[in-house]
Nanobody, 115 residues
Framework: QLQLVESGGGLVQTGGSLRLSCAAS????????MRWYRQVPGKQRESVAS???????GYADSVKGRFTISRDNVKKMVYLQMNMLKPEDTAVYYC?????????WGQGTQVTVSS
């Protein structure tokens, strides 16, 4: 079982940057694929970035070239570096750990981008 805690959200101006962190506790972290999702009230949660257990990253078209996902299996951390932020990036961002043995979520962190 994994517990996930996100941090690093906040208020930033258009064009600014933020780095989200997701701290995991528990076992088998390195076996989990990790994802960052975001959700705006009234809309479906969407995946923005993923990284496999072997470090292969993927991105939604809306964030490609601006966001970078990374992981540190020793520290049990996942990061989302967000650059060139836009007002439409405003959302609650969630960390997710996925494996055949389980699917875990953090509590979310708010990112607000002002125009």
């Amino acid at each position: 079982q994994l517990q996930l805690v996100e941090s690093g959200g906040g208020l930033v101006q258009t064009g600014g940057s933020l780095r989200l962190s997701c701290a995991a506790s528990g076992t088998m972290f390195s076996f989990f694929a990790m994802r960052w999702y975001r959700q705006v009230p009234g809309k479906q949660r969407e995946s923005v970035a993923s990284i496999s257990s072997s470090g292969v990253a993927g991105y939604a078209d809306s964030v490609k070239g601006r966001f970078t996902i990374s992981r540190d299996n020793v520290k049990k951390m996942v990061y989302l570096q967000m650059n060139m932020l836009k007002p439409e990036d405003t959302a609650v961002y969630y960390c997710n750990a996925f494996h055949a043995v389980g699917n875990y979520w953090g509590q979310g962190t708010q990112v607000t981008v002002s125009s």
